[in-house]
């Protein structure tokens, strides 16, 4: 060592004893310590506190990075020798590391230019893909196949290069490797994606290899947010033909990286966060407040707000002794009418959850969503590359034009939306991976127009298996209502006039950044457990609900799922107000809203009653025993020998045994429009053979 390196180490090593927090705690020495305890080889140094600690650091790493590495693994060695000789002795020293992390050079992926070459950077971004993990051979050991001379020979760049001759026969004659003498360490390859909040508008996301080594390969999963720092290389492009070319490319040679929290972990709540937070959540009308700064800009849809404010906060995941987990997330669909608003509210959701993803039907695919498998060209291994609902884990994804996307597509969807898992198996991967997401989806009804005769079922043309899977589903009609219309037209025109609404707040919205921290600071230490009061409300409502479908004739109503989804709401309220305990209140708001969603969705109109087949099937329970009674009569009818029944004698005969003349036509007519039954000539009426 000359006396111009001493200095920098020497300043490290005395950061390493002495630096502490502002708490006057020790901070990185009693890690030394403990290293051995851990089996670790490296630690992990924030740059911030080198700096804090002697600011020659930072012209140092600036000027020469590798120097910088290097003189800061030597310190660490020094420090390990003398406190810890035995455990450096049974070590490689090459693999004691200082990973540094939090480097004050941040650069954004698009911004990498040919003036980071050999600069020490820190990046942020999504990783895509890892390659497996491989021994890398940085020391080899060869034998001379003539007089057996062991002769070592470092590997530079990564690339394998054998002495050119033996240096005790001098033969150039082939030699061996010797594996278990020469040196390996641990290698992958990683990509890093730019995080879709940092990508301008109109671009392609912009992605970096990096190349882990050491103790940091597999560290994380691909879809998770990372941190790194680390030094920018170059590989020189080669052409078809093999021939070197001018141009290069970058990669980074990773020191240091950490996984960046997906949840809530990123955003930076201060203490006077914390106060207004807390003065918030004693508000009384807190529930309103949070309502009201729901998409602000459109009008009305006052449940729909309700229920997304209740989406954005979520119920909470349990996980029973058998290992079941349940859910604890609400999936809500919106079925509306052209113009009434959808798009935007989901645009507004996606920018406020804290990792909102917002994806279209028709350009959407099921590998896009899930995750895609993807043939690595470097290396020729299959590689898993994450999709939306995986990126989207412990955030919202929002899907617009949910009918429009290909049915095939949208079977993918399914697990993720129950199990809250992704499970892929193709080309040889078989994995599952997590996709804890909630699916906050946006239809158009099939014809245009939600047309309030027919049932949901056929204004969209969805399958039960999706529709019973969300919590909440609600129907945005455009109807004709002069007072409502205009109420409407002056919010809108007010809005293009940038004026404030002239209908009168009742409740102050609260600005969306404040209201992100205020959502991420619930998530993260609210957990509402259901009280005796809350779970009687949910179960009276559930159970008085089925009793109306006692003697199976009548309309089932409401099935299981949606127990489990009155529970969610009810606890995401009870999280709204930060309160521990869900109350009695919290469930019948809950109860409230799912009865409103079941009337617009599956109210029957010709028994009044709440029909759940309403939203299963084509008929309704109602209706389907009506047709059930008219194919009979027509049945017997046939057999009494009219090969062709006058439809009249059938409205008669079938009013005598109870049903109405009116709901007896309409029945006819919608089982001759679904061709069960057909008209040979007029007035006559026959059944189509199967």
């Not at 103790?215 to 290389?233: E, H, N, Y």
């Not at 645009?347 to 690595?376: C, N, P, Q």
């Amino acid at each position: 060592m000359s006396g111009h390196d001493e200095g920098p180490q020497e300043r490290f090593e005395e950061f390493l004893r002495t630096y502490k927090d502002e708490h006057g705690n020790l901070t990185y020495w009693p890690k030394c310590q403990q290293m051995s305890l851990n089996d670790e080889t490296s630690l992990v140094v924030d740059f911030q506190d080198l700096v804090s600690f002697d600011n020659m650091f930072a012209v140092l790493a600036a000027e020469n990075p590798e120097s910088f590495l290097s003189t800061a693994s030597n310190a660490l060695l020094s420090i390990l020798r003398i406190e810890d000789p035995d455990y450096v002795s049974k070590l490689d020293i090459t693999t004691i590391k200082i990973r540094i992390i939090n480097y004050s050079e941040h650069v954004p992926l698009r911004h990498i230019r040919s003036k980071h070459i050999g600069k020490m950077i820190q990046i942020s971004g999504i990783m895509m893909r890892a390659s497996e993990v491989k021994p890398l051979l940085v020391e080899a050991v060869f034998r001379c196949r003539v007089c057996g001379q062991d002769i070592p020979q470092a590997q530079e760049d990564g690339r394998y290069t054998e002495p050119p001759l033996c240096p005790t026969c001098g033969k150039k004659t082939a030699m061996r490797l010797i594996p278990e003498q020469s040196r390996f360490v641990d290698w992958q390859k990683v990509r890093i994606q730019e995080s879709p909040d940092e990508l301008p508008p109109g671009q392609m996301p912009r992605s970096v290899d990096v190349v882990l080594e050491g103790d940091i390969v597999d560290l994380s999963r691909p879809g998770d947010l990372v941190k790194l720092a680390g030094v920018l290389q170059t590989t020189p492009d080669f052409s078809r033909h093999g021939g070197r070319l001018a141009t290069f490319n970058v990669f980074i040679e990773a020191n240091g990286v950490e996984i960046a929290e997906k949840e809530y972990e990123q955003l930076e709540i201060s203490e006077e966060d914390e106060k207004r937070i807390r003065e918030l959540a004693e508000d009384p009308y807190v529930h309103e407040r949070v309502y009201a700064s729901i998409a602000p800009s459109i009008h009305g849809h006052e449940h729909v707000k309700e229920s997304i404010a209740l989406l954005l906060l979520g119920g909470v995941e349990k996980i029973l002794p058998d290992g079941t987990h349940l859910r604890g997330r609400s999936n809500i669909l919106i079925i509306g009418d052209p113009g009434t608003g959808k798009s935007q509210i989901l645009k507004f959701v996606a920018g406020l959850a804290s990792r909102g993803l917002y994806t279209s039907g028709k350009g959407t695919t099921a590998a896009g969503l899930t995750a895609a498998v993807i043939h690595d060209t470097d290396t020729g291994a299959m590689t898993l590359e994450a999709g939306a609902l995986v990126l989207a884990d412990q955030g919202i994804a929002c899907i617009d034009e949910f009918d429009k996307m290909d049915p095939n597509d949208r079977t993918a969807i399914h697990e993720a939306m129950e199990q809250h898992t992704v499970s892929i198996a193709k080309a040889g991967i078989v994995a599952t991976l997590n996709a804890r997401t909630s699916i906050l989806a946006a239809a158009n009804p099939a014809l245009g127009r939600y047309e309030p005769s027919m049932s949901i079922q056929d204004n969209i043309k969805l399958p039960f298996t999706i529709l019973s899977r969300f919590d909440l589903t609600w129907i945005l009609v455009d109807t004709v209502e002069p007072t409502k219309d205009r109420e409407l037209a002056q919010f809108i025109l007010s809005m293009h006039q940038r004026k404030k609404s002239p209908i009168k707040e009742t409740v102050p919205p609260i600005a969306p950044e404040f209201l992100k921290k205020y959502i991420g600071y619930a998530n993260r230490y609210v957990i509402p457990q259901l009280t005796a009061e809350a779970a009687e409300v949910i179960e009276n409502f559930y159970v008085d609900l089925r009793k109306s479908a006692e003697g199976g004739a009548a309309p089932v109503p409401i099935t299981a799922r949606q127990l489990e989804s009155l529970v969610r709401l009810a606890e995401a309220r009870a999280r709204m107000a930060l309160r521990p305990k869900v109350t009695k209140e919290d469930a019948q708001a809950a109860v409230r809203l799912m009865q409103e969603s079941l009337r617009m969705v599956a109210l029957d109109t010709t028994t009044g009653k709440i029909d759940i087949d309403r939203l299963v099937s084509k008929m309704s329970a109602a209706q389907r025993s009506s047709s059930d009674v008219i194919l009979k009569a027509v049945k017997d009818m046939e057999a009494e020998g009219s090969p062709v029944v006058s439809e009249d004698a059938l409205i008669q005969r079938v009013t005598a045994m109870g049903l109405s003349k009116e709901r007896a036509e309409e029945v006819i007519k919608k089982l001759v429009a679904e061709g069960i039954l057909f008209n040979p000539r007029e007035g006559k009426i026959k059944r189509a053979q199967a």
